[in-house]
């Protein structure tokens, strides 16, 4: 009788704990699915502020290039004689609407794609990008016109469709160029070493002479430039020897180099006239005696 009084009292709180943990479970999952919503919402309005920027941003590029196009036919309308200045002034506002109108392309191909990825079907984002591109279209002709005008006034072809981000590479392409141009010839190599090492490196030859009377030593012709010490002439001022003796055998000015001596040693070659110094030879080549 006991148990059966115990079963009826603990049933109805089995229930109820099953019950509790059931709705539990149902508001666990609602919770979850409210910050799905929160956050797929937060995203929708994030990618809608993003296009309606961009949109703004393209606007303006639009109006600016128009009002370039404006400036432009006011200047060549008369049909006169452009003054340089003028030629110049066209030609920078030509570059910067072509920089505008791949700046626009390219800002549109961007919202193409995050409208594709975003799954999001917004009907009027896709006709305000059809739009766009129908506007560009129209503006590219419109240029294209303005450039065969120009054209007629011997305005260069090139130039018109010169960006400003080609200019910018194209100058830094040259920079460089000069740059690596103006390192080659400031390069010079140099050797030191004992004569007899010198020779058995196919750096000096000998020549002339007989029996080692009369010999004379000259760089060989077909030096291998990896014994040497590659150097900029601008930076290379002096050469540390510290040898008992020391003699140049590549050809270079008197008058444009000095030894410094010890009681002793050469402790160095100080190169006082770089210009004149590397003038004949820009292979220098110091034999030694320790």
Known sequence: M????????????????????????????????QNRL????????????DFL???????ANLAEIKSKEKLISSQTESGKELSKSTRETINEDIRLINELMIENKNKVAVLNRKLKESNLKISEFEQMISNTNNQLQERDQEILNLKEQLANLNFSIAQLNDTISMIKDRNRNLSEDLTSRTDELNTAYY?????KDLIEKNILDKQGGFLGIGRTQKIASDVNLQHFTRVDIRNLKSIPLNVKEAKLMSVHPAGSYEWKRTDKNVDELIITDPASFWEKSRMLVISTEK
């Open 53 to 59: 920027q961009t949109f703004n941003e393209i606007e």
């Open 2 to 33: 006991k148990k059966l009084i115990f079963l009826l009292i603990a049933a109805p709180l089995l229930f109820a704990s099953c019950e509790n943990k059931k709705q539990t479970e149902q508001i666990m999952q609602l919770e979850k699915e």
């Open 191 to 195: 050797v030191v070493g004992e004569r």
């Open 38 to 49: 929160m956050a797929d919402a937060a995203s929708k309005d994030s990618l809608i502020n």
